[in-house]
């Protein structure tokens, strides 16, 4: 799990003096994110300052992941880490460790201060100061009570309706639903984020509206379940309305569609894809496995034909489609005749984009019982030649690109070095797919401009910015 710091405030244009500095590190997915920009927002208006500098801040803020075993692992690691880099400050343990472990994390984690659930995060600068009066009498003493602005703070177009601070270059994540009622043997969602609840859909096109003022071009819709939006609420086609609903809105160049289960994709997605022009014909679908046996282990009641089945459906009605999945190995019951079928889905089924990624038995879930009979040496193996086929195909599809001109949305100075410009073509969702390296050229993050493209390495591509 990669460790993300959240730095930018470029939507609010603050101006603090004598306000308390906060840090943040943000773990984890998309949908975490949205919380990040939220404690970003909040902590903002209510008067404190956002650092870099984890050794200046009076408060560390760290929201957590707790998906996996592995990402709880790296939770604590990041928690004792920044109490070693900073004693002194008020420590916050935000996000999915407060959910997952609830109050027995106080007697596991007495390095941190205070706990904050994501519920809770309209609450936090509150809740901050209070703690800081508890741990710091003599400094805080006298600190106003309330989350309001504080004396020194001036704070200019931000809606209070939306509370975000977009810390992403020219695109932003939309979370359209929280948690999920789906019954995958495997997963800790439903314990940890609860049964899936839509967002309002007169909340949402506020939100979009706020994030193209803010600058957003792109829009990635996320949820756990992105496909069951709206079911809760009883709604027909709800997807699909709000889709019609948020494209209209001005400024929004591409509208990128992610985590849609399998089960219950829209009859109608596909003509709203081909009929509206910034609606990506890009899906990303994870279908974990395709062996039957596999799939009934883990409680996902599909089989490997209806997924074949779907593919080949969704690409005889979108025209160009993109497709992104991601594919779990060594799950109990997966042998060297399921890895097979796995193997030659991939191969045969040319999807664009595929993530794999290891089985990591969860206490809690129904599947803890059916222990973790692969070796991870078998998992590291399996999860490497599905990469590697991955990597082939795309060589495969980026060679006749070279020489075409595409629109590319640019992210800024590549993380890799700054000689180049760190960019994505519409077929490359943020965070996990490839991305286009731009060798000549100016341009600004967050600009959409035409790229010749030059060159292709593994999911990689290579271009110049047409002048």
């Not at 109990?332 to 794999?356: D, N, T, W, Y």
């Amino acid at each position: 799990m990669e460790r993300q710091l959240i730095l930018h405030l470029h939507p609010l244009r603050v101006k603090v003096t004598g306000s308390s500095l906060f840090n943040l590190v943000s773990l984890g997915c998309p949908k975490n994110r949205v919380d990040s920009e939220r404690i970003l927002s909040v902590m903002t208006r209510a008067g404190f300052a956002h650092t870099e500098d984890i050794c200046a801040a009076q408060v560390i803020i760290i929201n957590t992941c707790a998906f996996i075993e592995p990402a709880v692992e790296e939770s604590v690691e990041v928690i004792l880490d920044s109490r070693a880099e900073n004693e002194q400050a008020l420590l916050v343990v935000a996000g999915c460790l407060p959910l997952r472990y609830g109050e027995s994390l106080r007697k596991a984690l007495r390095e941190a201060d205070l706990f904050v659930k994501p519920d809770n995060i309209p609450d936090m600068p509150g809740l901050v100061r209070e703690a800081m009066r508890k741990r710091f009498p003599l400094k805080t003493a006298g600190a106003s009570k309330g989350t309001g602005p504080r004396h020194g703070v001036e704070i200019r177009d931000c809606q209070p309706w939306v509370a975000r601070v977009v810390t992403t270059p020219g695109y932003a994540y939309l979370r359209v639903a929280e948690g999920c009622s789906r019954s995958c043997r495997y997963c800790t969602i439903p314990s940890i984020r609860g049964p899936f609840r839509s967002v309002a859909p007169d909340s949402l096109e506020q939100e979009v509206r706020f994030l193209a003022a803010a600058g957003a071009r792109e829009l990635v819709l996320v949820a756990q379940d992105l496909t069951g939006y709206g079911i809760d609420r009883r709604e027909k086609s709800a997807l699909v309305k709000l889709l019609k609903r948020i494209s209209r809105i001005e400024g929004i160049r591409w509208i990128r569609l992610m985590y849609l289960h399998p089960e219950g994709i829209p009859k109608d997605l596909p003509a709203l894809i081909n009929e509206t022009e910034n609606i990506l014909p890009y899906l990303d679908i994870p279908f974990q496995h395709v062996s039957q046996a596999v799939l009934a282990a883990m409680g996902r009641p599909w089989k490997g034909d209806r997924i074949r089945d779907l593919v080949h459906l969704l690409r005889d009605r979108i025209p160009g489609l993109v497709l992104r999945t991601t594919l779990m190995v060594g799950f109990p019951g997966e042998g060297e005749k399921e890895f097979a079928e796995l193997r030659q889905f991939v191969q045969s089924m040319r999807i664009e984009h595929v993530g794999v990624f290891s089985y990591s038995p969860e206490e809690g879930t129904a599947a803890w019982s059916l222990g973790d009979p692969v070796p991870p040496e078998v998992k590291t193996i399996r999860a490497d030649e599905i990469r590697n086929i991955h990597v082939r195909f795309a060589e495969e599809r980026g060679r006749p690109r070279i020489g075409s001109v595409e629109d590319a949305l640019v992210e800024g100075l590549s993380a890799e070095t700054d000689l180049l410009l760190a960019a994505r073509t519409w077929d490359q969702a943020p965070e996990v797919d490839g991305m286009l390296y731009i060798t000549s050229g100016k341009a600004a993050a967050g600009e959409i401009q035409p790229v010749k493209i030059t060159g292709c390495h593994g999911t990689d591509l290579f271009g110049e910015i047409i002048e």
